[in-house]
DNA sequence: CTGAAAGCGCTAACAT
DNA sequence: ATGTTAGCGCTTTCAG
């Protein structure tokens, strides 16, 4: 018996045609064929279509590991997201791979959900290293030294949520999102609103909540009315979460009439606390969402509705013309917003 | 259609330290360096020790492209799914990165949503050629020929749904689903039970559905039901497919009392469109949905349970196992499932 | 317009 | 236990 080995087995040998493969066949040399293939100007055009049939024929498919270590470029992206699961990120992510997809590109998804992957994630230390051109941050703040490092080491980066000012970003006006839930409520006469929040001690300071919150205390205090702590409750944006923030919402002494959930799904939670209180909603209790989530309409949920799978898109295209063209602008895009008044609120009884 | 290639910029010169700084600054060669990262034996402990510190101090990772050009292993899988938002199959996705990240493996995700993208998948010539190691193919239905051809090129396969035979597999018995939530709603007694299946021409060959139609049909005749093809229409799992399919049930001259939605998403569709017309749920129409989505419990709705997130997790665990230790066998796992009964379904009226 | 050849950074024999 | 060296498959000067 030979000797058990560590050293795994070499993967299967893999006959898949190289380039010089291709150049043999053609009778050229493997710089014209790699000219050819990748639209270079100065080959011949009977020679190019010699090669690309050649290529056909062989099914060539370059290596993207030798052309990587080659050129430095990778045709892959990475786009890193705080959860995967959940109806927000999931749409984004959806909408970043149509479009990487389409354009050849992979699209490399991470998790980033603690400081500690932060760090990674700022230190190049993760196993994204040298793997991606670019990385598109939905909802992760970094310090500006993090994304400096991450673009000196020849990253890309596109974020998706707040601006950061120092490289593309797209998202919209959380301020206005908070103010334009929570007028809607002041308009419809409630007094004591309640806040389904984020996380009580964000171990990714996130900024969305804060700017929400920002736009909710700005109109309730407009309105003259004043801001109660008590009122604001931790949500963890998911269902489960706003269930219980609103359950002890609810089953406080001077419960609120009336509540802003920063997510839709938190908002699902309110209306299952509601309910199984025997309150009507919005009789007892008006509810408003954030996102517009698919299942929105099924409750009968009013919220402030945006597009998320098109916003991932226009990231990625954003991502890929930096990638593409170099052209490295810190643009910003604030997409619109809408308020979709639905069946969940109601004037206060 | 590929990026515009025109000669790009090369990316900003990247200084990060290479195997051979480390060598060098360590005063032994580069093949000791890679043993002594790698964990490789023959290596003296002093040296290793000395390596992993100027390693550490000279924030040294290896170039993944390059070891995969010298290894023909990427650590890399791709996970490939019909669609990328939705809630089944943004759950299995999550599972699979948790795992994969955990172990230093990328997750790439790949949308394949037409009989193109799977022709691809199958031939090799998608942007996953020799990127990744293996290619975890949920609910993607592959010709056996395709599978091997996949295998033959070296990747390796594990599958989330169906059984194949050809590589590991895992997922649950769907016709039992059917079966189990057809005989529930037979039980409460009712007779006039739609069906709310998948694509009419299903362009994936998605065997899903089929299972759990003979679930349904199953019970049905066994109950001396006579099998109605009027009632069976087609919801594409998504929550306006469910509305639109069961509206149409609905507005039919001779409506079922009860409806087996495959998925909740359709489920919730069925309950928006039994609500816009009056109809009591399960008064007038008892509901059954699949899957336990997190807003199940919201919507009380009566589903056939099953953990989603889990199951991707574990099936990133037979891909590392088959990837790491060469370990091939075509196991299957049959998840448990069970019937959680809330309140859409009730004796007909 | 085309070819020869020098890498890209790493791994894996093969030596020592 | 460690060093030498030949690739892995591609891109890219530099010559012609």
Chains 1, 2 share one sequence.
């Not at 979460?241 to 908002?267: H, K, N, R, W």
Request: glycine share 8%; charged share 25%.
């Amino acid at each position: 018996m030979n000797v058990e080995m560590t050293t795994q087995p070499r993967p299967t040998r893999n006959d898949r045609a190289t380039i010089e493969d291709v150049a043999a066949a053609a009778g050229v040399s493997v710089a014209t064929v790699s000219r050819a293939l990748r639209g270079l100007p100065n080959v011949a055009n009977s020679t190019r279509q010699r090669v690309e049939a050649i290529a056909e024929e062989l099914a060539y498919r370059p290596d993207p590991a030798a052309s990587r270590l080659a050129t430095g470029r990778s045709q892959a992206i990475a786009v890193a997201v705080p959860v995967l699961n959940g109806w927000y990120f999931s749409n984004v992510v959806a909408g970043i791979e149509a479009v990487c997809t389409e354009s050849g590109f992979d699209t490399v998804v991470l998790g980033v959900s603690s400081e500690a992957d932060r760090e990674r994630l700022a230190a190049g230390t993760d196993s994204i290293h040298r793997r991606v051109d670019g990385v598109i941050l939905v909802d992760i703040a970094l310090r500006a030294a993090a994304l400096e490092s991450m673009t000196e080491r020849g990253l890309k980066i596109v974020t998706v949520g707040p601006q950061t000012g120092l490289c593309p970003s797209i998202g919209i006006d959380d301020v206005e999102v908070g103010r334009m839930a929570t007028s809607h409520l002041v308009e419809l006469g409630h007094r004591r609103i309640g806040l389904v929040n984020g996380q009580p001690e964000d171990p990714l300071d996130f900024v969305v909540p804060l700017r929400r919150t920002e736009g909710y205390e700005g109109v309730l205090t407009e309105a003259g009315i004043t801001v109660d702590p008590a009122l604001q409750v931790s949500g963890n944006f998911s269902i489960a979460g706003g269930y219980e923030a609103v359950s002890e919402l609810l089953d406080s002494a001077d419960p609120p009439t009336a509540v802003f959930a920063m997510s839709d799904e938190m908002a699902f939670g309110a209306i299952q606390a509601a309910r199984e209180r025997g309150l009507d909603v919005p009789g007892d209790l008006s509810i408003v969402g954030v996102d517009d989530h698919d299942a929105a309409v099924v409750l009968d949920l009013t919220t402030v509705h945006q597009d998320i799978a098109d916003r991932g898109a226009r990231a990625a295209r954003l991502m890929l013309t930096q990638v593409t063209r170099g052209d490295n602008r810190a643009t910003r895009i604030d997409d619109p917003i809408r308020l979709v008044i639905r069946g969940t609120t109601a004037p206060p009884r």
